[in-house]
């Protein structure tokens, strides 16, 4: 982007809080004063909610910027924030996880059930040689032990690094060596779209390639066959053995909590680290803040997988830090039938939904009969995360799913950031269809322009974070450099803009004219028409706005005469005649739509009707590749595509000129 984003589209659309919610909820209008006027002193009461083993001598140390030292000197144990305090306090019999598993199978555990499994899991852990500062990588399906594993290893200080249950071979391995892991935590395999999908065969290849692993523990899920060396233990031969008492230590609050690998665009995955007393205090926190979380009545349900951070900080540490009664669902939206998150919902009487804009968009192309069937009324909070929700998209979202009765919280943050940054407050907030409105109390978020220097309301640019946060990352594991040039060169100090650090996310965004911040989609997608900055983000918006259309992906294509020209993939809703004529003409009718939408300049050179996205396996659409497409070059690796044959069809399409 070399000029500021142009601000093509206006949402006129409001929602204020429910009265009874507003009145009722955990974190009031005050809470912005109250950290704006001593932000140090607000995360300090933050960390408060936790408990501490010693309590810290310092908030925040800056002294070495951007590497970041919180809660200096304190002390405690996540595992025993997460599990332990909880029994103590008598909450023993509360369910922490009513797990469904994908052919039906249901597990209830409770927080002392919890204990046991976590404090087998750490004697475990001991027995094999990991301690304190040792890290094991965990590839497992959705299943509790997943969970499990992960408080094991905070238990006993070992640092974690969770793989994607779906991720290949060689993604395994090489997070394994970047991260010198002892050991791999496995199970033979989960179950996906009604089928045993196997896990141990990509281990097994793996760990031939990684000569730290010392052992596997693998769990029995499928009961699939599975090869077998002397590296491997069985989990119910071990843990399911080992003694269930078990004294957590207590750790220092900047001890290495988990390691979480991102893939950016270029280069090899980035490590992100992140430690114990700054994360635990910021997820805890914002778990308890963003979705009014009431411990005692809630049932809360993160349909995010654990090997993203979404997994991490609210199904894992933010909800069990709260003692909260949660479902834990193994496998996908459409096994059996395409109601099976609405069933899951009715069933357990879920009243926090927390997904992702990929998934609601999903559910829109599946049709609006399909959650009409179900009770939903347990519902009071809607959760979005992971990408810019379209307006249309989240008002189908309330109107179908929260019956226009719940807020919607669209939250804006990154595995980097570890928590949730900007987010409306469901008892606060007036929400705007598609807005993550605010910065949260304590959290200072900013758009800029090139110079780094705020853009007025109205206007839009580079989202950054300008005063550090508890949760954040505090470097790239084994690359400090890479942290620097990432995060912290494009307006950081020695930018040229003197001594502040100034954190890049890497989004565009916008402010409106009342201020509240929009997400524009990766800084990297901003296509550059006649001279103007667009983002893919309002043109896909547009598009979804139309009756016709349930999703879609805009890139730029290099144009000849307008340098780059806005090419649309779009997929119609369910009951759309797209044959023939009808095709041809509903192609014209979006491309007008968008011209009045947002302007002639955003009018879209070419329209293709799709069937399917490229996405990632975390529900990204990826541009990269459709750009590729659009230009008609070749499409590179589609390893990671959901499906690749989506591919085929959209080049033939673009071959054939529709
Ligand atoms: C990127 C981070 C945060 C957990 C899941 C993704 C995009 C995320 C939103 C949102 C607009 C969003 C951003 C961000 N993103 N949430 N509510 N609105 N964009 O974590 O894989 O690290 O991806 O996801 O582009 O930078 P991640």
Redesign the pocket.
């Known amino acids: 982007m070399s000029e500021t984003l142009a601000n093509l589209s206006s949402e006129s659309r409001q929602f204020p809080p429910p009265e009874a919610l507003a009145a009722a909820a955990n974190v009031k209008a005050e809470a912005y004063e109250e950290a704006a006027a001593d932000r140090l002193a607000f995360w300090a009461r933050q960390a408060e909610r936790l408990t501490w083993s010693k309590s810290w001598d310092q908030v925040l140390d800056w002294s070495n910027p951007p590497f970041a030292k919180w809660f200096v000197g304190g002390e405690l144990n996540v595992a025993y924030n997460c599990v332990d305090r909880h029994v103590e306090a008598g909450h023993g019999d509360k369910v922490a996880i009513h797990w469904e598993g994908e052919p039906g199978d249901t597990r209830t555990i409770t927080y002392a059930e919890l204990l046991k499994l976590v404090s087998q899991a750490a004697n475990t852990l001991t027995d094999l040689g990991v301690g304190a500062g040792d890290r094991v990588a965990i590839y497992l399906p959705m299943i509790p032990e997943a969970a499990v594993a992960m408080l094991a290893c905070a238990r006993v200080g070992a640092t974690h690094s969770v793989v994607f249950g779906g991720f290949s071979v060689s993604a395994l391995s090489t997070r394994i060596q970047d991260a010198d892991a002892k050991l791999v935590i496995t199970a033979d395999g989960g179950y996906r779209r009604g089928k045993p999908s196997a896990l141990k065969p990509t281990v097994d290849e793996a760990v031939a390639q990684c000569p730290s692993i010392e052992n596997v523990l693998v769990v029995r899920r499928t009961g699939q066959d599975v090869a077998w060396t002397d590296k491997d233990k069985w989990w119910h031969e071990t843990v399911e053995q080992a003694s269930p008492e078990h004294k957590a230590q207590p750790f220092d609050a900047e001890h290495p909590l988990f390691i979480l690998y991102?893939s950016g665009t270029t280069g090899k995955p980035k490590g992100i680290l992140h430690t114990t007393g700054g994360y635990l205090t910021q997820v805890s926190y914002t778990h308890n803040a963003v979705f009014d979380l009431k411990p005692e009545t809630d049932v809360y349900w993160c349909t995010?997988d654990i090997g993203?951070?979404?997994g991490h900080?609210y199904i894992v540490y933010g909800p069990l830090s709260n003692g909260a009664t949660q479902v834990m669902y193994e496998g996908t939206p459409d096994t059996p039938g395409r109601d099976r998150f609405w069933q899951i919902v009715d069933k357990y009487k879920v009243s926090i939904l927390y997904t992702?804009?990929t998934l609601i968009r999903t559910m829109m192309k599946w049709g609006d009969d399909i959650p009409a069937g179900y009770d939903l009324s347990s519902l009071r909070v809607l959760g979005?995360?992971?990408?810019?929700?379209n307006p249309e998209a989240w008002m189908w979202y309330r109107e179908n799913i929260g019956r226009n009765r719940t807020p919607i919280v669209?939250?804006?943050?990154?595995?980097?950031?570890g928590g949730?940054m900007?987010?409306p407050l469901p008892g606060v907030t007036a929400t705007k269809p598609g807005s993550?409105m605010t910065a949260l109390p304590g959290i200072t978020a900013d758009v800029v322009d090139d110079q780094a220097q705020s853009v007025p309301n109205g206007g839009g640019g580079f989202l950054v974070l300008r005063d550090p946060w508890p949760s954040m990352l505090r470097t790239i594991w084994g690359d400090d450099k890479r942290f620097i040039d990432t995060y912290w060169s494009r307006f950081g100090a020695g930018a040229g803009t003197g001594d502040e650090w100034i954190y890049f996310?890497?989004?565009g965004a916008k402010k409106d004219e009342d201020g509240a911040l929009w997400?524009l989609?990766?800084v990297d997608d901003v296509m550059l028409v006649s001279g103007h900055n667009i983002s893919t983000?309002e043109v896909e918006s547009a598009l979804v706005s139309h009756p016709s259309v349930a999703e879609s992906a805009v890139v730029g294509a290099t144009d000849p005469t307008t340098g780059q020209a806005i090419v649309a993939f779009v997929i119609p809703r369910g009951n759309v005649d797209t044959e023939g004529d009808a095709g041809e003409q509903l192609n014209v009718e979006l491309r007008n739509h968008v011209a009045k939408t947002l302007g002639p300049i955003a009018k879209p050179r070419q329209i293709m009707l799709v069937p399917e996205l490229p996405k990632t396996r975390?529900g990204?659409i990826m541009r990269r590749l459709l750009k590729d497409v659009a230009e008609n070059r070749s499409l590179g690796d589609v390893t990671t595509l959901q499906d690749s044959a989506v591919m085929d069809l959209i080049s033939k399409g673009m071959n054939t000129g529709k």
């Open positions: 991102t995010a993203w951070v979404t900080s992702a804009p979005s995360v992971g990408e810019p929700i669209d939250t804006w943050w990154q595995t980097e950031t949730v900007i987010s993550a996310a890497g989004d997400l989609g990766r983000t975390s990204k």
